[in-house]
């Protein structure tokens, strides 16, 4: 187990790791035990009683957070003609096809989500292995695989995440950040919390929601009662 500093034992104090908190408790507790000298990313651990093994029960979706991350996204449309200006007059960070293609497969990595065109996606294919290795691929599921790229461009821009059940049947999403209003991580909490209820497999059995903390990027976690959700 890890050696944990002095600051981060002293934080640990403020937080029952045993007692089950109000959501909005909760935050109030993880901003005040955030004690690192950059403001820390807010993040959620939700537990599902799917089987993550069951193609059926793989949950997966995305969600627009209310109050952004606090962190914009760099983003890169592969896109041609009308499409690309679109893209450009959306605010994309990069617009290009094959151009943007041979720099990726040259080991360029300055964006951080990817959107395409589906005319695109036979040559983007070809980048199968190198993005899908970074989780970078785009993807219809994730809305990033269209050609209502303004629509895109500016979700993602205005705080849109994607969340993905793991191999541990546990979603990890950023919130956003220690700075941010208490009441405005709870709202953004509500919103990914209700996504996931929305997209419920219909497979699934028993409780859906097992277990939820928040917990700053260094800070300890605190432990969400679930049934605020239900």
Known sequence: MAKRGKKYIEAAKLIDKDAVYEPAEAIELVKKAAVAKFDETVEVAVRLGVDPRKQD????????LP???GKTKRVLVFAKGDKAKEAEAAGADYVGDQDLINKIQQGWFEFDVCVA???MMSEVGKLGRILGGK?????PKAGTVTFDVTKAVQE???GKIEYRLDKAGQIHAPIGKVSFDADKLNENLKSLVDALNRAKPASAKGVYLKNISVSSTMGPAARVNTTSYR
Do not use: C, E, F, S
């Open 57 to 64: 029960q793989a949950v997966r979706g995305v969600v627009v």
């Open 156 to 158: 993602i821009k205005a």
């Open 135 to 139: 989780g970078l691929m785009p993807n």
């Open 117 to 119: 065109t589906p005319d």
């Open 67 to 69: 109050h952004g991350t």
